[in-house]
């Protein structure tokens, strides 16, 4: 589906949760060092529960190593300082969806150089940045959305209900 990149993410609650979001529709994550915590760390496979091994992760000493290896992918960068709504971008099948820490976000020179695919999720008032996790999953079902959720179960079924 899509490439979620997260460039040094401290929080492992919140990589736990994206393994999880990863598991349920199909993307691949790339994680970029350093961590700010060890993969073997409680809290991060308590969020992820037992998705881990449903997940296909790669691990990464740079962001510049990931464009390396994918020279023609197209990269969307998510940051407060985007100008551009995330709903603007045509999210494709393979796009990279990249995120930064949680306490920084991207560095500014990685983003001052990739000005036209930077990407904002709007908010209102000064808050200064959504959950990670939380933006993860608002841009990754974005782009679902984008495909009419295509192969995706789009609807329940209800057992043993009085509804």
Same mark, same amino acid.
């Given at each position: 589906?899509? &490439?979620?990149?997260?460039?040094?993410?401290?929080?492992?609650? &919140?990589?736990?949760?994206?393994? #999880? $979001?990863?598991?349920? *529709?199909?993307?691949?994550?790339? !994680?970029?060092?350093?961590?700010?915590?060890?993969?073997?760390?409680? %809290?991060?496979?308590?969020?992820?529960? +037992?998705?881990?091994?449903?997940? +296909?992760?790669?691990?990464?000493?740079?962001?510049?190593?990931?464009?390396? =290896?994918?020279?023609?992918?197209?990269?969307?960068?998510?940051? $407060?300082?985007?100008?551009? /709504? %995330?709903?603007?971008?045509?999210?494709?099948?393979?796009?990279? !969806?990249?995120?930064?820490?949680?306490?920084?976000? !991207?560095?500014?020179?990685?983003? =001052?150089?990739?000005?036209?695919?930077?990407? #904002?999720?709007?908010?209102?008032?000064? $808050? /200064?940045? @959504? &959950? @990670?996790?939380?933006?993860?999953?608002?841009?990754?079902?974005?782009?679902? #959305?984008?495909? +009419?959720?295509?192969?995706?179960? *789009?609807?329940?079924?209800? %057992?043993?209900?009085?509804?």
């Amino acid at each position: 589906m899509f &490439n979620i990149v997260l460039v040094e993410p401290e929080i492992p609650q &919140n990589t736990g949760n994206i393994v #999880r $979001t990863c598991s349920a *529709t199909g993307c691949k994550l790339h !994680l970029v060092r350093p961590l700010g915590f060890e993969v073997t760390d409680k %809290h991060l496979k308590r969020a992820g529960l +037992d998705y881990w091994d449903e997940v +296909d992760i790669t691990y990464y000493n740079s962001f510049s190593e990931v464009e390396e =290896k994918f020279p023609n992918a197209n990269f969307y960068f998510f940051t $407060t300082k985007g100008l551009k /709504r %995330h709903s603007d971008a045509k999210l494709k099948r393979g796009d990279f !969806l990249v995120f930064g820490k949680e306490t920084k976000g !991207l560095p500014e020179e990685l983003l =001052k150089e990739r000005k036209n695919n930077c990407l #904002r999720i709007p908010m209102i008032g000064e $808050t /200064r940045s @959504l &959950n @990670l996790s939380n933006s993860v999953a608002i841009a990754v079902y974005e782009g679902l #959305r984008q495909l +009419d959720f295509d192969g995706f179960k *789009t609807e329940g079924q209800l %057992h043993n209900s009085k509804w």
